[in-house]
Nanobody, 117 residues
Framework: QVQLVESGGGLVQAGGSLRLSCTGS????????MGWYRQVPGKERELVAS???????DYADSVKGRFTISRDNAKNTVYLQMNSLKPEDTAVYYC???????????WGQGTQVTVPD
């Protein structure tokens, strides 16, 4: 069984920063691409950023220049450094990890990020 556990969400004023972490545990074997998604009520979950095992990164246009994704393969952990936060960044953020051996995408339970107007 594979589990992803996120941490680091919370309430921050506009212009502030937060760092999200997500650690995988269980029968992970080799973890492929990891990523962060976010979702607000009534909208589809959207990709925020992703990073391959070889550290190739991809970002949504809305967060480029403000968010940075990174990972530690030895710890099966992915991070999302979020700077210059805006009210429109308010959402539940979900961690995702693809395990090639199982051909399955796993999801964390989500962590709330709130940036008040």
């Amino acid at each position: 069984q594979v589990q992803l556990v996120e941490s680091g969400g919370g309430l921050v004023q506009a212009g502030g920063s937060l760092r999200l972490s997500c650690t995988g545990s269980g029968r992970l074997l080799s973890v492929g691409t990891m990523g962060w998604y976010r979702q607000v009520p009534g909208k589809e979950r959207e990709l925020v950023a992703s990073i391959t095992r070889d550290a190739v990164k991809d970002y949504a246009d809305s967060v480029k220049g403000r968010f940075t994704i990174s990972r530690d393969n030895a710890k099966n952990t992915v991070y999302l450094q979020m700077n210059s936060l805006k009210p429109e960044d308010t959402a539940v953020y979900y961690c995702n990890a693809f395990i090639p051996a199982y051909r399955v995408n796993y999801w964390g339970q989500g962590t709330q990020v709130t940036v008040p107007d």
